[in-house]
């Protein structure tokens, strides 16, 4: 055995903090494909073919240990769960052996021979051995079979015979110790009770690769299968989930985009230190099967989330599962010190008490076994992308003055909108006119009422009496439903079907929809047919129709206060409305944008209007007079001027714009075409941060978690905000650390986009799929927890009601029916586009299809 030796392959000495070669120990035969085992303290592996050896890691490291018994050679060894008496179960051909560590070392150390015991013999090849959590049953995956075997009465407990093919790996359930799962080369797993022999569920073939390897993870309560072209499974093990499929991850594609987004991330004016040994001819790509999975102790990466480490042969990898992607890789030809550069076998844990990792190699081509010890921090530090810029948060930082308003800075456009009149100034003929005429009485007593002549003309000369007095006996509803009434922050995500109204006859769409921001009593929607439409939340009544636009409304906002709803359509114009009339009072066109508006919003608690233009961002501030004029009625007496106009960093269009309009906030997102995240700082009228390859296609949404007036959340909450992307799932980001935090795939989205909402807890993220259903997520679980049906088209917009446990939901139908549907749950709002029918429901999750209905869900 050769000394232990530490790698130093880089000038600059940190790869000595990485990577350290404990030892290296030449064997007489080699030994590819074993079941390697690997604990916090102490590795085993076998030497010479039949030998067992054991070599302890506390430094300073003890002799290793030989232990004979085997006479064929061994080909799986594993570890029991306990740490005293640590146990070591070994197979072979010949027989399956169970030792004791503690008591072979006494033995060893009095100068006799240690021996263990024969669980099993001749059960055939064994590939793999698993120790049950309390150390009292083995399973032996003997051939397509699975043995449970009793170490005290060394008895087979059960035969679980159900695969086609050799079994490759076993799991016990950490929560469920009666639970055991298999993978086999037939490219399946299956869920067993062992206690009784049973069989609790069988998956289909997931692959055309054989599994490898299976990790149970008990934090985030998933299951993990790896397969041999480099294939990750991830199922969902929550009870009620039958073991639902999350996510599918392809290694080799994660890798060449970790690859990527380090190349731009490198330091401009110079290269990262190289750890790789001279390149003599051209490189072969090296395939990555997942050889051995094992858990990732990275509380220091992230801690909401869980890590795990990928064995491979080509190197290590470390995947979070939250977000399903790479945080770092370690390849072995990157340090060409290394003994192994090619590995045939694998085992990884993390070391009792420290932050480092143990993995155990063998050779794929020699006959070499060496120890490695890999530091995940250090190895995460020298690949992380570096930070630019301050902390971004949409939060305001303390101050020394009381309102926030006044706290901009001095050249920010906020500051200089917000000092601007709201009203234009009097002209001179309007001064002078004001000047003669006086509105004096035409008699000089004073009991006379005068007659007015000279006073203003009245707007209308008829008009019904409005001012009626409420008498006690009839309250309002408006006013009664949420009134001091708390968003319910425990409450379960919608599920049932309430109502349901149809909103239109004809085939138009139904795009857009939208509860009203102060109290959630009034939904606005956005129609295929030129057409906006505000109704009750209830479902109740007949909508006002909005009408005035020459092409499709795509968008739809409400003012923070309620009174206004802003409308985008595809005719390249933007219009405010009253809810007391039908004509809008301020429209913009295309004389102010150079593009279509894709996106519109009120911002800065209606201080101002946002919109996207092509590659611009706009900061619009407005006045809206609601006052009447017969003579003028049809010139409009609101106005809007431009502030400030961004564009973005590579001057691309942008797809999707989100801000708070909820509370003063400084940040606004935006999202282009290259498929890169912008941030832009308003209080200083710049960018303050760029994500690059934010999805693998242009985000098509950005929703923040803006909360509620009826529920309280963290304020680090608040910083969260999800993006969305055709075939890309659902991104859930931190803009403290612009992270990607988790990772939402449940739902079919492939070609069609497909909308976004926060609850107002911020507890679930709601969103609709191509399948006709709309599903709900928690924001702590990487797998949806309730999927909503009664749609029958792609459902393509949700949302969330701000006060009200209920949604409503648009869906695609194919009947001529004005039909509105309501659901009841959660408080969320949602909404849905349909192509043939429009039906507007109210749900606790609101969701919309292609067609014109709405639907609404119940709890």
């Not at 041999?228 to 060449?256: A, M, N, P």
């Not at 009826?710 to 999800?722: M, R």
């Given at each position: 055995?050769?000394?232990?030796?530490?790698?130093?392959?880089?000038?600059?000495?940190?790869?000595?903090?990485?990577?350290?070669?404990?030892?290296?120990?030449?064997?007489?035969?080699?030994?590819?494909?074993?079941?390697?085992?690997?604990?916090?303290?102490?590795?085993?592996?076998?030497?010479?073919?039949?030998?067992?050896?054991?070599?302890?890691?506390?430094?300073?490291?003890?002799?290793?240990?030989?232990?004979?018994?085997?006479?064929?050679?061994?080909?799986?060894?594993?570890?029991?769960?306990?740490?005293?008496?640590?146990?070591?179960?070994?197979?072979?051909?010949?027989?399956?052996?169970?030792?004791?560590?503690?008591?072979?070392?006494?033995?060893?150390?009095?100068?006799?021979?240690?021996?263990?015991?024969?669980?099993?013999?001749?059960?055939?090849?064994?590939?793999?051995?698993?120790?049950?959590?309390?150390?009292?049953?083995?399973?032996?995956?003997?051939?397509?079979?699975?043995?449970?075997?009793?170490?005290?009465?060394?008895?087979?407990?059960?035969?679980?015979?159900?695969?086609?093919?050799?079994?490759?790996?076993?799991?016990?359930?950490?929560?469920?110790?009666?639970?055991?799962?298999?993978?086999?080369?037939?490219?399946?797993?299956?869920?067993?009770?062992?206690?009784?022999?049973?069989?609790?569920?069988?998956?289909?073939?997931?692959?055309?690769?054989?599994?490898?390897?299976?990790?149970?993870?008990?934090?985030?309560?998933?299951?993990?299968?790896?397969?041999?072209?480099?294939?990750?499974?991830?199922?969902?093990?929550?009870?009620?989930?039958?073991?639902?499929?999350?996510?599918?991850?392809?290694?080799?594609?994660?890798?060449?985009?970790?690859?990527?987004?380090?190349?731009?991330?490198?330091?401009?004016?110079?290269?990262?230190?190289?750890?790789?040994?001279?390149?003599?001819?051209?490189?072969?790509?090296?395939?990555?099967?997942?050889?051995?999975?094992?858990?990732?102790?990275?509380?220091?990466?992230?801690?909401?989330?869980?890590?795990?480490?990928?064995?491979?042969?080509?190197?290590?990898?470390?995947?979070?599962?939250?977000?399903?992607?790479?945080?770092?890789?370690?390849?072995?030809?990157?340090?060409?010190?290394?003994?192994?550069?090619?590995?045939?076998?694998?085992?990884?844990?993390?070391?009792?008490?420290?932050?480092?990792?143990?993995?155990?190699?063998?050779?794929?081509?020699?006959?070499?076994?060496?120890?490695?010890?890999?530091?995940?921090?250090?190895?995460?530090?020298?690949?992380?992308?570096?930070?630019?810029?301050?902390?971004?948060?949409?939060?305001?930082?303390?101050?020394?003055?009381?309102?926030?308003?006044?706290?901009?800075?001095?050249?920010?456009?906020?500051?200089?909108?917000?000092?601007?009149?709201?009203?234009?100034?009097?002209?001179?003929?309007?001064?002078?006119?004001?000047?003669?005429?006086?509105?004096?009485?035409?008699?000089?007593?004073?009991?006379?009422?005068?007659?007015?002549?000279?006073?203003?003309?009245?707007?209308?000369?008829?008009?019904?009496?409005?001012n009626f007095k409420n008498d006690g006996k009839r309250a309002s509803k408006c006013k009664n439903n949420y009134r001091r009434k708390e968003y319910p922050l425990e409450s379960p995500p919608p599920s049932k079907l309430g109502k349901r109204l149809a909103v239109a006859r004809d085939q138009a769409a139904l795009l857009c929809i939208q509860c009203s921001a102060g109290d959630g009593q009034r939904l606005a929607c956005g129609l295929a047919n030129h057409l906006s439409l505000v109704c009750n939340a209830d479902l109740t009544g007949t909508p006002a129709v909005l009408?005035?636009?020459?092409?499709?409304?795509?968008?739809?906002?409400?003012?923070?206060?309620?009174?206004?709803?802003?409308?985008?359509?595809?005719?390249?114009?933007?219009?405010?409305?009253?809810?007391?009339?039908?004509?809008?009072l301020l429209r913009l066109g295309k004389d102010m944008f150079p593009k279509p508006v894709q996106s519109a919003q009120f911002y800065y608690i209606d201080a101002f209007i946002l919109s996207s233009s092509g590659p611009e961002v706009q900061l619009l501030k407005h006045h809206i007079d609601t006052s009447k004029d017969d003579l003028r009625r049809y010139r409009q007496k609101s106005w809007c001027t431009p502030v400030c106009r961004l564009l973005t960093a590579d001057v691309v269009d942008i797809t999707s714009l989100s801000a708070v309009n909820d509370f003063h906030s400084y940040l606004v997102l935006a999202a282009g075409r290259n498929r890169t995240l912008e941030i832009f700082d308003l209080n200083v009228g710049c960018s303050a941060a760029v994500i690059t390859g934010a999805h693998s296609r242009p985000v098509y949404q950005i929703c923040q978690n803006k909360g509620s007036s009826f529920a309280t959340q963290q304020s680090q909450a608040y910083n969260l905000f999800a993006t969305a992307a055709t075939g890309d799932g659902i991104k859930l980001w931190d803009l403290r650390t612009l992270r990607c935090e988790r990772r939402f795939e449940g739902h079919p989205n492939r070609g069609y986009p497909c909308g976004i909402a926060f609850s107002p807890c911020g507890r679930f993220v709601a969103c609709g799929a191509e399948d006709r259903h709309a599903y709900v997520y928690e924001t702590s679980s990487s797998t949806f927890s309730r999927r909503l049906a009664g749609h029958t088209s792609t459902v393509t917009a949700v949302a969330f009601s701000p006060a009200a446990a209920q949604a409503a939901v648009p869906t695609h139908v194919l009947v001529d029916d004005p039909l509105l549907a309501c659901h009841h749950q959660n408080r969320c709002r949602g909404s849905e586009r349909f192509r043939d029918t429009e039906y507007l429901a109210l749900f606790i999750l609101l969701s919309s299809c292609t067609s014109k209905r709405l639907s609404c869900a119940l709890l």
């Amino acid at each position: 055995m050769e000394e232990p030796q530490e790698i130093f392959s880089r000038s600059d000495g940190h790869v000595g903090d990485i990577v350290v070669e404990k030892f290296l120990v030449d064997s007489m035969k080699p030994a590819p494909h074993v079941q390697l085992a690997c604990s916090g303290r102490s590795c085993a592996f076998p030497l010479d073919g039949n030998r067992l050896c054991i070599w302890d890691t506390k430094d300073p490291p003890q002799q290793l240990m030989i232990l004979k018994g085997h006479r064929q050679p061994i080909t799986a060894v594993t570890f029991g769960s306990r740490e005293s008496p640590l146990l070591v179960c070994s197979a072979s051909r010949d027989c399956v052996m169970m030792w004791g560590l503690d008591e072979c070392r006494q033995e060893e150390l009095q100068g006799r021979l240690p021996r263990g015991t024969v669980l099993g013999a001749l059960l055939g090849r064994v590939l793999c051995l698993r120790l049950s959590p309390d150390d009292r049953v083995v399973a032996v995956c003997a051939g397509n079979r699975v043995l449970m075997l009793d170490l005290e009465s060394r008895s087979t407990l059960a035969e679980l015979d159900g695969h086609h093919g050799p079994v490759t790996a076993a799991e016990f359930c950490a929560q469920q110790t009666h639970i055991l799962i298999s993978a086999s080369e037939d490219r399946s797993f299956k869920v067993w009770d062992h206690r009784v022999g049973s069989l609790i569920h069988s998956s289909s073939v997931l692959t055309a690769s054989p599994l490898l390897s299976l990790l149970v993870d008990p934090r985030s309560q998933q299951l993990v299968a790896g397969c041999t072209d480099g294939q990750l499974w991830i199922f969902s093990l929550v009870e009620g989930h039958h073991y639902r499929c999350v996510t599918h991850v392809d290694l080799r594609k994660k890798r060449e985009s970790f690859s990527t987004r380090r190349a731009e991330s490198k330091p401009e004016g110079g290269q990262p230190p190289s750890t790789k040994a001279p390149e003599t001819g051209e490189e072969t790509e090296v395939a990555l099967p997942v050889l051995s999975l094992a858990a990732c102790d990275c509380g220091f990466l992230s801690e909401t989330g869980s890590c795990l480490w990928i064995g491979s042969s080509a190197g290590l990898l470390i995947f979070n599962l939250a977000s399903f992607e790479l945080e770092g890789v370690l390849h072995y030809k990157d340090f060409w010190s290394l003994s192994i550069q090619v590995a045939g076998s694998c085992a990884v844990a993390s070391r009792t008490g420290g932050r480092e990792a143990l993995c155990l190699l063998t050779s794929m081509f020699g006959n070499e076994t060496a120890l490695v010890e890999v530091d995940p921090a250090a190895l995460l530090r020298s690949q992380q992308r570096p930070r630019r810029g301050p902390d971004l948060s949409v939060l305001p930082r303390p101050g020394p003055c009381f309102y926030f308003s006044s706290c901009v800075s001095p050249t920010s456009p906020l500051y200089l909108g917000l000092k601007e009149k709201r009203t234009k100034p009097a002209t001179q003929k309007q001064v002078a006119a004001r000047s003669v005429v006086k509105d004096h009485p035409l008699v000089f007593h004073n009991k006379i009422q005068s007659s007015g002549y000279t006073a203003a003309p009245c707007a209308t000369m008829f008009s019904p009496k409005t001012n009626f007095k409420n008498d006690g006996k009839r309250a309002s509803k408006c006013k009664n439903n949420y009134r001091r009434k708390e968003y319910p922050l425990e409450s379960p995500p919608p599920s049932k079907l309430g109502k349901r109204l149809a909103v239109a006859r004809d085939q138009a769409a139904l795009l857009c929809i939208q509860c009203s921001a102060g109290d959630g009593q009034r939904l606005a929607c956005g129609l295929a047919n030129h057409l906006s439409l505000v109704c009750n939340a209830d479902l109740t009544g007949t909508p006002a129709v909005l009408s005035g636009h020459d092409g499709a409304v795509g968008s739809v906002c409400w003012s923070h206060d309620g009174r206004w709803v802003l409308s985008a359509s595809q005719d390249g114009t933007l219009r405010v409305w009253s809810m007391r009339g039908p004509e809008p009072l301020l429209r913009l066109g295309k004389d102010m944008f150079p593009k279509p508006v894709q996106s519109a919003q009120f911002y800065y608690i209606d201080a101002f209007i946002l919109s996207s233009s092509g590659p611009e961002v706009q900061l619009l501030k407005h006045h809206i007079d609601t006052s009447k004029d017969d003579l003028r009625r049809y010139r409009q007496k609101s106005w809007c001027t431009p502030v400030c106009r961004l564009l973005t960093a590579d001057v691309v269009d942008i797809t999707s714009l989100s801000a708070v309009n909820d509370f003063h906030s400084y940040l606004v997102l935006a999202a282009g075409r290259n498929r890169t995240l912008e941030i832009f700082d308003l209080n200083v009228g710049c960018s303050a941060a760029v994500i690059t390859g934010a999805h693998s296609r242009p985000v098509y949404q950005i929703c923040q978690n803006k909360g509620s007036s009826f529920a309280t959340q963290q304020s680090q909450a608040y910083n969260l905000f999800a993006t969305a992307a055709t075939g890309d799932g659902i991104k859930l980001w931190d803009l403290r650390t612009l992270r990607c935090e988790r990772r939402f795939e449940g739902h079919p989205n492939r070609g069609y986009p497909c909308g976004i909402a926060f609850s107002p807890c911020g507890r679930f993220v709601a969103c609709g799929a191509e399948d006709r259903h709309a599903y709900v997520y928690e924001t702590s679980s990487s797998t949806f927890s309730r999927r909503l049906a009664g749609h029958t088209s792609t459902v393509t917009a949700v949302a969330f009601s701000p006060a009200a446990a209920q949604a409503a939901v648009p869906t695609h139908v194919l009947v001529d029916d004005p039909l509105l549907a309501c659901h009841h749950q959660n408080r969320c709002r949602g909404s849905e586009r349909f192509r043939d029918t429009e039906y507007l429901a109210l749900f606790i999750l609101l969701s919309s299809c292609t067609s014109k209905r709405l639907s609404c869900a119940l709890l």
